[in-house]
């Protein structure tokens, strides 16, 4: 039995997201458009130390053009966290899976409560991307130690649905 495909990517973009957390952003190495994914889907990164992990995608679906995903530098990794932050730069290709989803959406639902603490927000981000996108009502709360090491912030901040957004601090 095999697993899913794999596809070569470029890390366009590395940027510090908050204290100890990266985004990566992925295009494909041609510079066509990647496999679609759905709210909720993450990929398998294939790492310069061997190792693989996976990770969600936090971009909105929509978009074919790039995968953004957050990584977390763990002060207990076992090597995956602590490749992200040291190995990947700006210009490294990269192997990674097709996307795929074990934690989808429901699209029954009436109204979406997206709950999130820490890195936990990635694929939330997505979910509150389609959801602005197709009308789906929301509210997005995200929990983290403070505003310091919350990735995102920003891009939430500067989002059309900044307003059903909401952040938690520990300190306050």
Same mark, same amino acid.
């Given at each position: 039995?095999?697993?899913?495909?794999?596809?070569?990517?470029?890390?366009?973009?590395?940027?510090?997201?908050?204290?100890?957390?990266?985004?990566?952003?992925?295009?494909?190495?041609?510079?066509?458009?990647?496999?679609?994914?759905?709210?909720?889907?993450?990929?398998?990164?294939?790492?310069?130390?061997?190792?693989?992990?996976?990770?969600?995608?936090?971009?909105?679906?929509?978009?074919?053009?790039?995968?953004?995903?957050?990584?977390?530098?763990?002060?207990?990794?076992?090597?995956?966290?602590?490749?992200?932050?040291?190995?990947?730069?700006?210009?490294?290709?990269?192997?990674?899976?097709?996307?795929?989803?074990?934690?989808?959406?429901?699209?029954?639902?009436?109204?979406?409560?997206?709950?999130?603490?820490?890195?936990?927000?990635?694929?939330?981000? *997505?979910?509150? $991307?389609? +959801? /602005? =996108?197709?009308?789906? &009502?929301?509210?997005? !709360? @995200?929990?983290?130690?403070?505003?310091?090491?919350? *990735?995102?912030? $920003?891009? +939430? /901040? =500067?989002?059309?649905? &900044?307003?059903?957004? !909401? @952040?938690?601090?520990?300190?306050?």
């Amino acid at each position: 039995m095999s697993g899913p495909a794999t596809l070569q990517v470029r890390v366009a973009a590395k940027r510090t997201e908050a204290q100890d957390i990266c985004s990566l952003e992925l295009v494909a190495t041609d510079g066509g458009a990647l496999p679609a994914f759905t709210a909720g889907a993450h990929i398998d990164v294939h790492l310069p130390n061997g190792l693989m992990r996976q990770y969600s995608l936090s971009n909105a679906p929509s978009e074919t053009n790039r995968y953004v995903i957050g990584v977390l530098r763990d002060a207990a990794s076992r090597g995956g966290s602590t490749a992200v932050h040291d190995l990947v730069a700006e210009g490294s290709t990269l192997t990674i899976s097709t996307p795929r989803n074990l934690f989808p959406l429901d699209s029954a639902a009436p109204h979406h409560l997206l709950l999130a603490g820490g890195i936990g927000i990635t694929p939330m981000l *997505a979910m509150a $991307e389609h +959801l /602005a =996108a197709t009308g789906g &009502a929301f509210t997005l !709360h @995200h929990c983290s130690r403070s505003q310091a090491r919350t *990735a995102f912030v $920003e891009r +939430l /901040a =500067a989002a059309p649905f &900044a307003a059903h957004a !909401h @952040h938690h601090f520990d300190d306050g």
